[in-house]
């Protein structure tokens, strides 16, 4: 994950994310990258079960999966780069998937993303 | 938010006295008495240390335990972060542990885990949780720390390598 300074949306690609995962490359989508900004509206935010969640489904996909909150970034194939990201409840981010199977990447996890959780939020 | 801003110094255990099984430390068997045994010792020792009431311990345990049942919170790189939110806390608190054989917790990377911290929070404070498994992940993807972590006998020795590290770790 790279720096918080404020601002809105993805910035200059010229810096990685820290990451201990090892980075895919797949060819790029055809029609570039494909972004989702989505509002957390999960009451605790996006915590480590949504993290995991997250992390577990975009490993399933070859292509890259990155969330944005400002401009501090996260490889979405990593739970820690996500819970570095510290998305508070009520915020957005933008999902921004790049890779041969992107648009069929995309819908499964902007749904992670955008879930309330329907969890028991006592623990 | 660094890890001394939260972390309980006198409920810090250097060495837990939780054994690993005899025939490997990724044992999945092995899995829920350790997992209980651990939580246990931690949430112990942060009553031992003035938080909550002994009344308050088992449930705090349960609850930490049934947050571990809808997923590991072993995130990897020989790390855990068991947590739970509780109305017995007005504000986020942890405490850390040692294990120095590794003990099997079902994480991510199947590796044993050497290294665990444990945090109860309010039900109302989501921004501190977030900030406090951030500062505990940050910390721990740095090896140095890690090591000279591991390399601590004693929970004076844990707290000084706490408070003495850089906010960048």
Known sequence: MNGRAGGN????????????????????????????????????????????????????????VTVWNGTAKANGKDIMDLIMLIVLPDSEVVLEVDGPDAPKAVDPLAA??????????TI | MRLCNFIVRDAIIPALSVPAPQTDARDPAA???????????????????????????????????????????????????????????DRLIGTMALSRDGLPFDSLDG?????FVLLVSP???????LRALEAVVRTMRNDDFVRQLRACQTGDDIWALLEGAAPGW
């Open chain 1, 112 to 121: 992670i993303l955008a879930s309330p959780g329907g969890e028991d939020y």
């Open chain 1, 9 to 64: 949306g993805p910035g200059p690609r010229d810096t990685l994310p820290r990451s201990s995962a090892p980075a895919p490359e797949p060819a790029p989508c055809a029609n570039g990258p494909v972004r989702r900004v989505i509002r957390i509206v999960n009451p605790y935010g996006l915590h480590q079960r949504v993290a995991d969640k997250f992390s577990r489904t975009a490993r399933a996909f070859s292509c890259t």
């Open chain 2, 31 to 89: 899995v829920p008495a350790v997992k209980e045994a651990v939580v246990r010792q931690m949430v112990q020792a942060l009553h031992m240390a003035g938080h909550f009431r002994a009344e308050d311990v088992d449930e705090i345990v349960k609850a930490v335990l049934k947050r571990e049942q809808l997923g590991t919170t072993g995130i990897g790189r020989h790390i855990a972060i068991p947590h739970s939110r509780h109305p017995a806390v």
């Open chain 2, 123 to 129: 039900q109302d404070r989501p921004g501190d949780h």
């Open chain 2, 111 to 115: 590796e044993p885990v050497y290294v």
